[in-house]
């Protein structure tokens, strides 16, 4: 008998230390704790996904406006280009007009003085 009292004793020994070293370990995973620590993480991703897809919209609509704007100042600069030849031509035409109405001007004076003598 005095087999089994130490073999029961060692069995109870061994269920008890067991015990003790499995309570007392430190890095013990707590469940609880690590699922909430996750959780909190992925939100925090999602928080700055969120943003991050905001802040993209923001920029493409901002990048569409900047994108009209040069649009529009290419059309103002076609329209003031177009402008400028338009002035020319017409610069160029009142040029020969002042010198057809010099010229018609000088052959009259001349024939009025032809005249006069």
Excluded: F, H, Y
Aim: charge should be negative.
């Amino acid at each position: 008998m005095n087999v089994k009292k130490i073999l029961v004793v060692v069995v109870i020994g061994i269920i008890i230390g067991a015990t003790v070293v499995l309570c007392l370990r430190s890095n013990v995973p707590d469940n609880g704790v690590g699922a909430d620590t996750v959780r909190e993480q992925l939100d925090g991703a999602i928080q700055l996904e969120r943003q991050t897809i905001q802040d993209l919209d923001s920029a493409a609509e901002t990048s569409a406006g900047v994108r009209g704007e040069i649009e529009s100042g290419r059309a103002g600069v076609r329209e003031a280009t177009k402008s400028n030849l338009q002035l020319k031509e017409g610069n160029d035409r009142a040029g020969e007009l002042i010198r057809d109405c010099q010229s018609i001007l000088r052959m009259v004076r001349e024939r009025g003085a032809s005249q006069a003598e």
